[in-house]
């Protein structure tokens, strides 16, 4: 397997920028929940290309995405449109 982006929420909900959501090559690869105030990344679409990275770091001035190992992710490997999980 791969890289793939992670938004830790906590830095991300300080911001209600969207950036990272706009930015993103990917359709519906990283969006925004209302809920938890926050990005999230669809890890079956994430190409680990480090745009959102670069742009959240960079143009966002919060550093919130990093990537990860697929096998490290906090949440798992989670699949939301089947609800597959893998952990
Ligand atoms: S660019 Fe960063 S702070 Fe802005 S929504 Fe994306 S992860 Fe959150
Ligand atoms: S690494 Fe690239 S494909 Fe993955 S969420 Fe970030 S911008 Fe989208």
């Given at each position: 397997?791969?890289y793939i982006a992670e938004v830790n929420k906590d ?77």
């Open positions: 397997m791969y830095i991300c909900s300080q911001s209600n920028c969207h950036l990272c959501t706009t930015y993103c090559p990917e359709a519906n690869c990283i969006n925004y929940s209302e809920a938890d105030k926050s990005a999230y990344v669809s890890v079956d679409r994430c190409k680990a290309c480090e745009i959102c990275v670069y742009i959240c770091k960079e143009v966002a001035k919060k550093e919130a995405i990093q990537m990860k190992w697929i096998d490290d992710l906090e949440e798992g490997f989670v699949i939301k449109r089947t609800g597959v999980v893998l952990r």
